[in-house]
């Protein structure tokens, strides 16, 4: 059974920076496409950041320049790195994965992409 868990949620004041960290569990393969999600109250899931089995990258407009998207193949391990983070920044934050792509598809931000999905992590940035 795949599983992907996800960690290092917190609350920071705003300009602060966090480390989310996205574990999956129960797959033996290394190349395959990762992204990370968001939703704040009320509001739709977002797509934020996917990286490939090659390293390529592609992220929203509201997060270019501030967060980072990497992975670690070794250790089946994404991570979002967050710098100067706004209150618009907050939300629960997924990561997600595409075992059967490992390529940026035309559409990589898209929730539909995607079929296995962590559990969240908290990211509350206050002003």
């Known amino acids: 059974q795949v599983l992907l868990s996800e960690f290092g949620g917190d609350s920071v004041q705003a300009g602060g920076s966090l480390r989310l960290s996205c574990v999956v569990f129960?797959?033996?393969?290394?190349?395959?496409?990762m992204a990370w999600f968001r939703q704040a109250p009320g509001k739709e899931r977002e797509g934020v950041a996917a990286?490939?089995?090659?390293?390529?990258?592609t992220y929203a407009d509201s997060v270019k320049g501030r967060f980072t998207i990497s992975k670690d193949t070794a250790e089946h391990t994404s991570y979002l790195i967050m710098n100067s983070l706004k209150p618009e920044d907050t939300g629960m934050y997924f990561c997600?994965?595409?075992?059967?792509?490992?390529?940026?598809?035309?559409?990589?931000?898209?929730?539909?992409?995607?079929?296995?999905w962590g559990q969240g992590t908290q990211v509350t940035v206050s002003s």
């Open positions: 129960g797959y033996a393969y290394d190349k395959y496409t």
């Open positions: 997600a994965a595409d075992f059967a792509s490992d390529t940026l598809g035309p559409h990589p931000l898209l929730q539909d992409e995607y079929i296995y």
């Open positions: 990286i490939d089995g090659d390293g390529m990258t």
